[in-house]
């Protein structure tokens, strides 16, 4: 068992995590797994159980409050889980037979695309959000089917948002393929989700955070309950893990309605830059043996 | 909904950190409560899942029922895979 002062370390970094994880509608495990294998000296397995547990705690306390809020967009949640949680759970199975050093360079190479579309549309979305544009878009048949369309109250610029969303298959194949990174590779796959919603969908930024948040518990818990039967669960850091996250991202969700979205897309480009030149670091160290700098 | 189950798995391991600085020694009770915990929060989801059906039904929402149910389908596999794993 660790001792109280270690306890309360991670408990701080945990925070950290759950308050970064509110803002931008991610897991938060990118910050946590790096943290119990470096400092810690956790092993990467037990390290990726302790964080998708975490995940479900940061998405429940989080995701509760964006509900509330009514930033959260529950039947879109409900269509993209459909095949996210497909996805975790082969990707979870695949696990068993398959290695995921080709996947850390397709999925680097996506973060960077990603990141580079997130600065890009800066200026557009916040015009967008100004003069509530998101509504003059034609809608594709299955977004029309199944009536996606959402609104919510922006307390940055105070009023409410209305939009539709649009190319709904793209986005259910995505958000299979984030699925299956997340059951693979041990990521919760937030981050994919929020920019699928976001750039390809039509989603405001905030509503696409909100409804990632609360997506990634259904899938962290799909993935989290094998851990958990299978007896995986290193019991000694769930206690402070699950409390720092969950104060972390109750803050965290308390104040990212009042923050203006060009603030947020910049943390996402800087974030997602981090992510991808962390997992070209991982493949290219599995697939070719190069170290960069850092990893 | 999903606030109860914060609340409740958040008092659960608050309760194991404060077992763990009262009695340092009973370490056996720090783990059944860790573990509770985290039974209470990894379930939760799957709760929220299931009263979103439920919901869906009674507003007569069947395409997003059905949906919902796909969902929990799904997350009911996992589990029974993570059990058949553990025998394995």
Redesign the interface.
């Known amino acids: ?1 660790l001792d ?1 002062s270690s ?1 309360l370390t991670f408990l701080g970094l945990t925070f950290i995590a759950g308050f970064i994880g509110a803002l931008m509608g991610i897991g938060g495990g990118i910050i946590i797994v790096p943290a119990l294998t470096i400092i810690f000296g956790v092993p990467i397995k037990e390290a990726i159980a302790i964080s998708i ?1 975490t995940v ?2 940061t ?3 989080g ?2 409050s964006y ?1 509330e809020q009514r930033i959260t967009n ?2 879109l949640a ?2 993209l ?2 095949s996210t ?2 996805g ?2 082969i990707g ?2 695949l696990v068993l037979i398959v290695s995921g050093q080709y996947l850390y360079v397709i999925f680097a190479l996506l973060a960077f695309y990603l990141a580079v579309s997130q600065i890009l549309s800066v200026r557009r979305e916040v015009r967008r959000i100004e003069s509530n544009d998101f509504m003059s878009i034609t809608q594709d048949r299955v977004s029309r ?2 009536h996606l369309r959402g609104d919510y109250f922006d307390e940055s610029i105070h009023h409410k948002v209305d939009y539709l969303v649009k190319n709904s298959i793209i986005g259910w194949v995505v958000s299979f393929f984030a699925g299956l990174g997340s059951g693979l590779l041990g990521i919760g796959g937030g981050i994919f989700k929020v920019s699928v919603m976001n750039i390809f969908m039509n989603v405001p930024l905030k509503a696409a955070v909100a409804t990632s948040k609360f997506m990634i ?2 899938t ?12 995986l ?1 290193n ?1 000694d850091y ?3 893990a ?2 720092g996250t ?1 104060l972390g991202a109750t803050v965290g969700t308390a104040v990212m309605n009042k923050i203006k979205v060009k603030w947020l897309k910049i943390l996402f480009f800087l974030i997602m830059c981090y992510i991808g030149y962390n997992m070209l670091g991982k493949g290219l160290l599995l697939t070719i043996g190069v170290r960069l700098p850092f990893i | ?3 109860t ?2 609340i409740v ?2 008092v659960i ?2 309760l ?2 404060v077992m ?2 009262v009695m ?1 020694t009973k ?1 056996e009770v ?2 059944t ?3 509770l ?3 209470v ?6 709760l ?2 299931l009263v ?1 059906l439920g919901a869906f039904f009674y507003n007569r929402e069947y ?2 029922a059905i ?2 149910l ?2 929990l389908i ?2 009911v ?3 029974m ?3 058949i ?2 025998i394995a």
């Open positions: 068992m109280i306890q547990v479900v705690a998405s429940i306390s995701g509760s509900v529950i039947r409900i269509f889980e459909t949680t497909i975790a759970f979870a199975l089917y199944f518990g259904v962290a818990a799909t993935s989290a309950i094998l851990y958990f039967v299978a007896g669960l019991l769930i206690a402070p699950a409390i969950m | 909904m999903l606030i189950g914060v798995s958040g391991f608050a194991a950190l763990h600085i340092p370490l720090v783990y409560l860790a573990l915990g985290a039974a929060l990894i379930f939760t989801p799957y929220r899942v979103a395409k997003f949906l919902s796909l969902v799904i997350m596999l996992s589990l895979a993570g059990l794993f553990h």
